[in-house]
């Protein structure tokens, strides 16, 4: 499949995604920035990848809607793919998934971050725009919980990325439309199998948000994303996505609730030609609970600002410890030293030569001199 070899090459650059469309470039983004990576991608080429990939019923499915998403592992990696039209006609758009689940020392977090999976009930949420790694940081957050806590982990994706091997927890993973018809089904059930953590890999709509605020309260630890700038905005699209008239008590059972928001964006470190997320952590201290409760989300950041004994950190202060930091995992090693030239080695070898002849005429001389 032509497919296999965007993606192998892709991979072979560093890419983070991949876009394609009928009868234009193929183009990769690589830290951050986009690139062409080769000939245009044909109507045909996209279309067979697409039959082959979706299959028959899932191939129909996506002439009707003009979108489809599916997690495929191609290459070496799982890769996450959307397929959808455009005035072009098929059109592609893929994420490249690390070949395995890291931790969040692996993901350059700060240990902080960590702080969002010690208690057993409550609202943890991740944050900030596409593309940003928020998938990557929740699949981190349950492979901490894996490495060190026996709890019954039920995740609900959409589609299913990175795929968890049991060690100290029970995670079962769910895929959306695949196991269940709808978030909103399938949260509903997983509260009948028992979870200790519910892990939703995103809140789109008032409903999902319902539930998920009723899953935190009812004695679980939800981990869940959704996209925002802050911290404050993440909390704020909360509130906002329900009826004036019940916003204060959603804004209550908020405050109840919440154990702490990770917001993230991406910088790119030069020097070590690395790409780390930089962090807002909102912990859910007396203060942050009151300031949600009041409903004045605009001082959460001075909260934030002033919380640092409290574990929480603001973009400013976390991009210091970003600059203060030198060990990162994944950075490029310093280049080596240019290999010396093979001939400049019999320079050492000549000048020795020399003494060993200018001693033995020496010796000569002086045995004339006796």
């Known amino acids: 499949m032509v497919f296999q070899e965007w993606i192998r090459r892709a991979r072979a650059l560093g890419a983070s995604d991949l876009h394609a469309e009928a009868d234009g470039p193929l183009i990769v983004r690589v830290r951050g920035k986009l690139q062409p990576l080769g000939a245009p991608s044909s109507e045909a080429e996209l279309r067979q990848t697409g039959e082959e990939l979706l299959g028959a019923d899932a191939w129909a499915g996506f002439l009707s809607r003009g979108s489809a998403d599916l997690s495929v592992e191609l290459a070496g990696g799982r890769c996450r793919i959307n397929f959808f039209r455009t005035v072009r006609g098929v059109a592609l758009a893929v994420r490249l998934l690390t070949p395995s689940v890291a931790d969040l020392r692996s993901c350059n977090l700060h240990p902080d971050v960590r702080r969002l999976i010690e208690p057993t009930t409550g609202l943890a949420l991740i944050s900030g725009p596409t593309g940003s790694g928020k998938s990557t940081t929740l699949a981190a957050l349950v492979e901490e919980l894996n490495a060190t806590e026996a709890r019954n982990v039920i995740t609900l994706e959409s589609p299913l990325e990175y795929v968890h091997t049991n060690r100290r ?105 690395l790409r780390v997320p930089r962090c807002e952590l909102l912990l859910g201290s007396t203060s942050v609970r009151g300031t949600i409760r009041a409903g004045t989300f605009s001082h959460l950041a001075n909260v934030i600002q002033s919380g640092g004994e409290d574990g929480m950190w603001s973009f400013d202060r976390y991009g210091r410890w970003i600059e203060q930091r030198t060990d990162w995992v994944g950075a490029d090693e310093p280049a080596a030293a240019p290999a010396v030239p093979s001939q400049t080695h019999a320079a050492p070898t000549e000048v020795a030569m020399d003494l060993a002849e200018l001693t033995e005429l020496v010796d000569r001389l002086e045995k004339r001199g006796h």
Not at 219 to 237: I, P
């Open 169 to 273: 927890s029970f995670i079962r993973q769910r895929e959306i439309p695949t196991h269940s018809p709808s978030f909103e089904q399938a949260i509903t059930d997983a509260l009948r199998e028992n979870p200790d953590v519910l892990v939703i890999s995103e809140m789109r709509t008032p409903e999902i948000m319902r539930l998920t605020l009723n899953a935190a309260e009812t004695g679980h630890l939800v981990l869940a994303t959704m996209h925002s700038a802050t911290c404050a905005e993440a909390l704020t699209r909360i509130c906002m996505s329900f009826p004036a008239e019940i916003q204060a008590s959603i804004r209550a059972q908020l405050a109840d609730c919440v154990v702490g928001v990770l917001c993230q964006r991406l910088d790119f470190l030069s020097n070590h030609r």
